[in-house]
């Protein structure tokens, strides 16, 4: 099963910040957020790699490479212009399916979490499959209901997605090439049938959604507050 990182974002909240560097590229203890993602997905047994960008993605080209050095092999998804999540997947999916592969690993390159990704390896045949955690303050509300172990449209505690999944391939077919789409959509239209499963993760996790949020976990990795990083 190959893992897809999401890496086509504008960070305009992250401005100025992100004005010269793509969101991916900054840096906590040191470390740009993605290469803490590619090694962790390494570390779990996944090194096949395929990562989508758009703003100044030829930087995270240049900075990672084809994936050698991590002992992964990187392959990009390159959009002009963001094609938001659902669409930037369905313009990847030459490079994430084949034969022996009906689904993949999802992760959204601007969070920051301690969750085992080798917790992942197991679920191909459960996808889609969601990672949530406890609603952040800036999420209160959440996003899905957990009833058990399945996803409900109304039923459950209602907590965050963490931007962490594995999704089946054949979710996309219906989206047209180089179209927007966001991904909410098409996770709803899922759950709407019982066909979603979940998990609630209560480890540490953080959407990196702000400058003050980076600072707040570029100071708790250098502290080494965070188990498992």
Not at 33 to 54: K, M, P, S, T, W
Not at 58 to 82: K, N, V, W
Not at 115 to 130: F, Q, V
Not at 193 to 199: L, M
Request: hydrophobic letters at 40%; proline letters at 7%; one cysteine or more.
């Amino acid at each position: 099963m190959k893992a897809m990182i999401l890496a086509a974002g504008l960070g305009a909240r992250m401005r100025p910040l992100t004005l010269t560097t793509p969101k991916p590229l900054l840096k906590v203890a040191g470390v740009p957020l993605i290469e803490y993602h590619v090694q962790r997905l390494v570390d779990a047994g996944f090194n096949e790699i395929v990562i989508n960008h758009a703003w100044l993605g030829e930087q995270i080209e240049a900075y990672l490479g084809d994936g050698a050095r991590f002992g992964a092999r990187i392959d990009y998804s390159r959009e002009g212009a963001p094609l938001e999540t659902a669409g930037g997947i369905r313009k990847a999916l030459p490079l994430l399916g084949s034969a022996q592969e009906s689904s993949f690993v999802l992760i959204n390159g601007d969070v920051f979490t301690n969750y085992p990704y080798s917790d992942l390896t197991r679920l191909e045949k459960m996808a889609p499959y969601l990672v949530l955690v406890p609603n952040p303050s800036h999420n209160p509300q959440g996003d899905f209901c957990l009833n058990g172990d399945r996803l409900h449209p109304v039923d459950g505690d209602r907590y965050t997605f963490s931007g962490i999944s594995v999704l089946p391939i054949a979710m996309f077919d219906k989206l047209h090439e180089n179209e927007s789409a966001p991904l909410g959509p098409l996770l709803h239209e899922a759950i709407a049938t019982g066909d979603v499963k979940g998990v609630l993760y209560q480890g540490y996790w953080a959407d990196i959604g702000t400058p003050e949020r980076l600072q707040q976990v570029d100071m708790l990795v250098r502290e080494q507050k965070i188990d498992g990083i």
